[in-house]
């Protein structure tokens, strides 16, 4: 992709995707499937936006898009003034290895390499890595480097795929479900992470989650339903993710 720059929205935010009529169908033979309806939404630089829904809503489509993962049927994605939705393959392959970041529900470790490896192979293609242990050290792993995934918690090892995935230096991190593996306690310290990484690095951080009690630590809400976006909410007073109730 050619390089990108930045757009400057109405309310003066600097806007890194922009959203138009997005649609997703998916053809399953006899069977369409409409995953997203028609979406328009805009996500501004170093802001964290929790996208909300039941299963089914669309959430994961739009996150998917939004990084690269899937392509829409119809509507538009811009990102910093690109329209990813005209991108060809390689363009894409290029935008999701220098600018994004993921984090899923399931951590994709390499059993064999230690912490600070894991987080290596990444900064390996990347531009303008972080070292391996700067990206550990801000999720709160500076004493695991050479530890190995069998070794740690589960907690543990999804701050190390966070870890992973900023390590780049990405200008967007997408989440998806990042805590639905964990139990609350250890929900909260994965959240906390993020957290860290959005205030830290003025990383977009986009969340995914079914669960309400996350969206108070986000800057807006963004509620899926249907494929639809039914309602978006800016929270005023931010809470932290140890003020969250599960």
């Keep these: 992709m050619a ?15 922009k959203v138009k009529s997005l649609t997703k169908v998916y053809d399953m033979g006899e069977v369409k499937v409409h995953a997203l309806r ?17 299963s089914g809503s669309g959430k994961s489509t739009l996150l998917n898009i939004l990084g690269g993962l899937d392509t829409a049927t119809d509507g538009q994605v811009i990102y910093r003034g690109k ?9 894409l392959t290029e935008y999701r290895r220098f600018h994004v970041g993921f984090v899923f529900q399931f951590y994709n470790l390499i059993p064999s390499l230690t912490a600070r490896e894991n987080v290596g192979v990444v900064t390996e293609i990347a531009k303008r890595p972080m070292k391996p242990e700067d990206a550990l050290s801000i999720v709160g792993l500076g004493d695991r480097l050479d530890h190995f995934p069998a070794q740690l918690s589960g907690g543990e090892q999804q701050r190390i795929a966070i870890a992973r995935a900023i390590a780049k230096n990405p200008e967007v991190l997408l989440c998806d479900e990042p805590t639905g593996a964990l139990d609350s306690a250890t929900g909260i310290v994965v959240l906390e992470a ?39 909410i800016s929270n005023t007073v931010k809470k932290s993710p140890w003020e969250l109730h599960w």
């Design 38 to 54: 028609g979406v328009d939404l805009e996500l501004y630089s170093g802001e964290l936006v929790v996208l909300l829904g039941p």
């Design 83 to 91: 329209d990813l939705t005209r991108a060809t393959e390689q363009e």
């Design 194 to 232: 993020l957290e860290q990484v959005n205030r830290k690095l003025g990383t977009t951080t986009v969340i995914i989650t079914h669960n309400a009690d996350i969206a108070g630590m986000a800057d807006r809400v963004v509620h899926l339903s249907s494929g639809l976006i039914s309602e978006i």
């Design 3 to 17: 390089e990108e720059k930045s757009v400057q929205s109405e309310n003066g935010k600097n806007t890194v995707f």
